[in-house]
């Protein structure tokens, strides 16, 4: 069976196609194309996403990483491409128009050989996922193809388990459950609960800002471009190696760290945001040395929380597997508390991080959720009801 895939819920045009063969004990996955478009440096410029650019930054780029991946999945077949398509911006923007206009444009591409379409449908920027949806839309009526809405917070569950670029097994092996996954990403801070595949249970979540997103306010703080999460990190491993640390009496910086025992599996990271703007005013001019230290008590109050609360929830759970991820997850610092708290408190759980790649937005791992809600025909038969949900949850 094969999916082909459409990510548009922020900042990453993204389509991947897979192949997955069903057999008795393992769902056997090859990557026939996936390809990401990023508007990270545009929206840079501007300090972070703006909805309205980031739709027409998609509608832009989705036709022409179709013709990509089609061709790298050996499967585009098509005569020149009509110089209207160049207007796709606007046509993707008024979905009528699209229906319309689209019939006279899809002749130029073949009929790929797919099974099904899958796309984000939220949570995300509405303006953004509408694109997505719009062209899968189109896509599915001129194609006679079903698609599936998948949730992009599903899709970073199963982004652990490409570890390669061309081929990757899911097995079905029941003992890696109950399995916990922490979702950290620019929009997300959640623990969700997994018994078996598709059913989630969502035990805690933050109560005001994303951990990405407090990575990127504090970013802006000690004056780092967008996107902060790299920035900060690297700035705190820096701070970490100095062979002449400054001692703590000359820029004693200490963060709070927010709901770490509260009895919940909540969060709260707009304190920790607040107290480094506050530590910014106190310390008067912002030099090399004291953004290092700052970006390293954020970082290291940040993961404290995150390890803190995750493994309370695999203590009171009996967690099998735990899996990280979202743009957050690609933090070193997190993956190696994480890990090393596993084996010193000798804890019966397998952490799964993304491989780099994979741990920001990708169609991939849309595919491999698309692919299991359409073999299970959790999917509305009225493709045209299907609609961008900014707020979707578990
Ligand atoms: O999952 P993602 O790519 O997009 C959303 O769905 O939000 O996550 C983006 C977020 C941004 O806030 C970015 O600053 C953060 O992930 N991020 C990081 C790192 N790399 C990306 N945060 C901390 N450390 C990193 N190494
Ligand atoms: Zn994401």
């Known amino acids: 069976m094969k999916i082909l895939a459409i990510e548009t819920s922020c900042d990453e045009t993204a389509i991947a196609i897979i192949e997955v063969k069903n057999e008795k004990n393992s769902y056997h996955f090859k990557i026939l194309g996936n390809d990401i478009s990023s508007q990270a440096t545009l929206h840079a410029q501007y300090g972070g996403v703006y909805p309205m650019m980031a739709k027409r930054e998609h509608g832009r780029n989705i036709l022409h990483i179709l013709e990509k991946v089609l061709k790298k999945a050996k499967m585009y077949h098509a005569n020149k ?4 398509n160049k207007n796709i911006d606007k046509i993707l923007s008024r979905e009528n128009e699209l229906r319309e206009l689209w019939p006279k444009i899809m002749p130029f591409i073949k009929k790929p050989k797919i099974d099904a379409i899958a796309v984000t449908s939220g949570p995300g920027l509405e303006p953004a996922l509408w694109v997505g949806i719009s062209f899968a839309k189109a896509l599915s009526a001129i194609w006679d193809v079903p698609v599936v809405p998948v949730n992009h917070m599903e899709g970073h569950i199963f982004s652990i388990f490409p570890k390669n670029k061309k081929a990757f097994v899911i097995n ?3 003992k890696l459950f109950p399995m916990l996954s922490l979702l950290v990403s620019g929009g997300h801070t959640e623990l969700v609960l997994i018994k078996d595949w598709h059913k989630y249970k969502k035990i805690g979540s933050t109560r005001d800002d994303a951990v990405g997103e407090a990575f990127d306010k504090v970013a802006r703080m000690l004056e780092l471009p967008y996107p902060g999460g790299p920035q900060i990190s690297f700035l705190a491993q820096s701070a970490r190696e100095d062979k002449f640390p400054i001692s703590n009496h000359q820029l004693a910086i200490k963060l709070p760290r927010p709901m770490i025992y509260s009895k919940d599996y909540d969060f709260s990271f707009s304190g920790i945001k607040t107290a480094v703007l506050y530590k910014i005013r106190d310390i008067g001019k912002l030099t090399d040395i004291k953004k290092k230290q700052i970006a390293k008590e954020f970082e290291n109050s940040v993961v404290e929380v ?7 929830a695999l203590k009171e759970y009996k967690i099998k597997t735990l899996i990280v991820g979202g ?4 933090n070193k610092h997190l993956q190696k508390i994480m890990t090393s708290e596993i084996k010193k408190n000798k804890i019966d759980t397998k952490i799964l991080f993304p491989s780099k790649k994979l741990t920001g937005d990708n169609a991939l791992m849309i595919a491999i959720a698309g692919y299991f809600l359409f073999q299970n025909k959790k999917y509305p038969r009225n493709t045209q009801k299907i609609k961008a949900e900014g707020n979707l949850s578990f």
């Open 306 to 312: 995150l390890t803190h609360k995750t493994f309370k």
């Open 172 to 174: 079905k092996d029941k």
């Open 81 to 84: 491409i009509p110089s209207f």
């Open 327 to 330: 743009g957050v997850s690609a």
